[in-house]
């Protein structure tokens, strides 16, 4: 229940938490449409690691950590403007035939299939490291979503392209990967990214009016029912026990989310405050679900801290394997935590979406020293109903155990825990990295 994302955004998480190490370090936006990768050469990433070990890995889904475009970009290629003001690439400025380095299988994957990023061109289908169908027309949203906007940057897209028939494609190569495995092959570690619930929200045609929280209620539904298809696969193969699941998001949820609670009374965000992009608690703490059969008891609740970016020095300790030195350098190894342990390895947390908009988190006490702690824009009627009133401090301090919601603002009343947190920030900041190894 105390789980985080290293940003309030998709590409900095992403990041983060394939090679354990603070987006922040390197970056803090997204990749762009046509920008390129955001890894470093041979740098350690977790389907790195396991293929080391003889696993099998996919990614399958939004990968959005970049691709070298150039590579298949003619040479006398333009960019063209759109409505005025965004560039982008024609269809004619790549040659779709050759294949783009630079994306999930030069970075640790053996498999990749997916749209790279649901409303970014290309919009096609890419498996391995290659187009399937050359994109040919220019984008345009098919079907629009009844709720937020289409949110499509404009390039080229597969003719008869349609984004609500995405996500029931991806769930089926998802099944269909797994059905290829068997216990005489090697183990597999599968990357399963949806791109639901992510805008645009376009829940399929079969699970419109299913909710009672419009179609963004239907594509979560719908999400769950794709989660229930690669569990009921894993079961079909006989992986169930010998599986270990973790279900979790890359930032909480975006802004349509306000308009949302008054439309539907559905609150997507809970009782954290917050979105997507920003520093406070709903930006960033997200859903973090395991299923470890022997391991993992059913049903059991654990509130201590962790971060995504644990995910790679816990699962190495898991398979046993070495991290190389320098690797994972913010990653802690939550591998106790996960055997049912009460108390965790991270001693605290850094929370970070933009340039110099940073908190910490240590124990119940969250420092967000910067003011304020938002970047999407807040109605006020929500600040009203919800008794957020502005306290015009530079900063805030908040005690989390007491206060979830973040309403009381306690940077005044104790001014020397700010400045020793003020300090642990600035120490983590400074040094490259926060695990000894």
Known sequence: ?????????????????????????????????????????GEQTLPGLLADLGYRSACIGKWHLGWDWS???????????????????????FDWSKPIPGGPLDHGFHFYFGDDVPNFPPYAWIENDRVLIAPTVAYEPDPKPNEGAPEGRPGPMVEGWKQDEVMPALTRKAVEWIAGRNDAGPPFFLLFSWTSPHAPILPAPEWQGRTEAGPYGDFVAQSDWCAGQVLQALDERGFRENTLVIFTSDNGPERYAYDRIRNHGHRSMGPLRGLKRDIWEGGHRVPFVVRWPGIVAPGTVCDALISQIDLLATIAAIVDAKLPAGAASDSFDQSALLRGERQGARPSLVHNTYRDHYAIRRDQWLLIDAAPGAVSNVPAWFDEANGYIPDGHPAALYNLREDLSQRHNLFAAYPGLVDELRGELRRIRERGTSVSR
């Open 71 to 93: 590579a298949i970009r003619k040479p006398d290629a333009e960019q063209i403007a759109v409505d005025g003001a965004r560039k982008t690439w024609p269809a004619e400025a």
């Open 1 to 41: 229940t105390d789980a985080h994302s290293s940003s309030g955004i998709c590409t900095p998480s992403r990041y983060a938490l394939l090679t354990g190490r603070y987006h922040w370090r390197k970056f803090h936006d997204i990749v762009d449409s046509w920008e390129p990768t955001v890894f470093d050469p």
